[in-house]
């Protein structure tokens, strides 16, 4: 076997802060000692979910067996997971820093399974995946992303089931979104629907997409994590995923 050195596009504070994450979950639960430090986990964590590379990639590079690199990133991204705001907290974070509207979009996350698999296909998408539905704030930072579903469950319906069109009316909260959030209500504004609409609908539906799309960015920002490009592992894993990965965005960011 062959190893080389490579370079991993992500800060050095990035690093040093999962580092202190696991370096303090080990003495909370009395870890005496383990293969790798806690700053050579992380990076072992950041290289899988960064560049996607496999178990046996990364426990070759590391010098661990891949049951050892399959634990220290599952733990790693658990404990990562459980630093997202929850979504009232989003909420109340987004109208505090004076936004003056939120973004929500639904994403597809890929998953390498087949067509028996029906639960998971996405019609609009044409393959299969899990739907994850993100708020981001006008820039394109991500706000809050939810939990994973199954990817034919239709955005809207996904938008219900997590409660993020009752929570954002309870705030007052007025968002942008898509022609698939048509029939959510306010404060949820999406652009006119049909063919031969007047010359103001048209207008407006410009306006609106050009405020929308800076935020949609969001989920490309998601999307540069490789490990979120296609799916190998449970599907069931890729909510916990995607939140790890937009608290470790959002320390990139910061």
């Known amino acids: 076997?062959?190893?080389?050195?490579?370079?991993?596009?992500?800060?050095?504070?990035?690093?040093?802060?999962?580092?202190?994450?696991?370096?303090?979950?080990r003495k909370a639960i009395g870890t005496r000692w383990r293969k790798l430090t806690p700053g050579r986990q992380a990076l072992l964590a950041l290289v899988h979910l960064r560049k996607g590379e496999t178990y046996a990639e990364i426990a070759a590079g590391f010098g661990v067996g891949i049951a050892t690199a399959w634990r220290y990133?599952?733990?790693?991204?658990?404990?990562?997971?459980?630093?997202?705001?929850?979504?009232d907290q989003a909420i109340r974070k987004a109208k505090k820093a004076g936004y003056p509207y939120l973004v929500l979009d639904g994403t597809l996350i890929r998953i390498d399974r087949v067509?028996?698999?029906?639960?998971?296909?996405?019609?609009?998408?044409?393959?299969?995946g899990m739907n994850i539905q993100v708020l981001a704030a006008p820039d394109g930072t991500i706000v809050w992303t939810s939990g994973s579903l199954p990817g034919s469950v239709h955005d809207l319906t996904a938008a219900r089931i997590w409660g993020i069109i009752r929570r954002l009316k309870a705030a007052g909260m007025v968002t942008l979104a898509d022609k698939s959030y048509v029939g959510a209500g306010e404060p949820v504004r999406v652009p006119y629907?049909?063919?031969?609409?007047?010359?103001?609908?048209?207008?407006?539906?410009?306006?609106?997409?050009k405020l929308r799309s800076p935020?949609?960015?969001?989920?490309?920002q998601l999307k540069n994590w490789r490990i979120l490009q296609k799916l190998r592992c449970c599907p069931?894993?890729?909510?916990?995923?995607?939140?790890?990965?937009?608290?470790?965005?959002?320390r990139e960011a910061g």
């Not at 991993?8 to 202190?20: E, H, K, N």
């Not at 991204?77 to 979504?87: G, I, S």
Request: charged share 25%; aromatic share 6%; glycine share 8%.
């Open 236 to 250: 069931k894993q890729a909510g916990q995923l995607v939140k790890a990965i937009h608290v470790l965005q959002t």
């Open 1 to 25: 076997m062959l190893f080389y050195r490579a370079a991993l596009p992500l800060s050095r504070r990035t690093l040093d802060y999962v580092a202190g994450v696991i370096r303090r979950h």
């Open 193 to 209: 629907k049909g063919r031969g609409k007047p010359v103001g609908q048209k207008i407006a539906n410009s306006a609106h997409a």
């Open 215 to 220: 935020g949609e960015r969001a989920n490309a």
């Open 73 to 87: 990133v599952t733990e790693t991204v658990a404990l990562l997971a459980t630093r997202v705001p929850k979504l």
């Open 115 to 128: 067509a028996a698999d029906r639960p998971y296909y996405s019609g609009k998408n044409r393959c299969h």
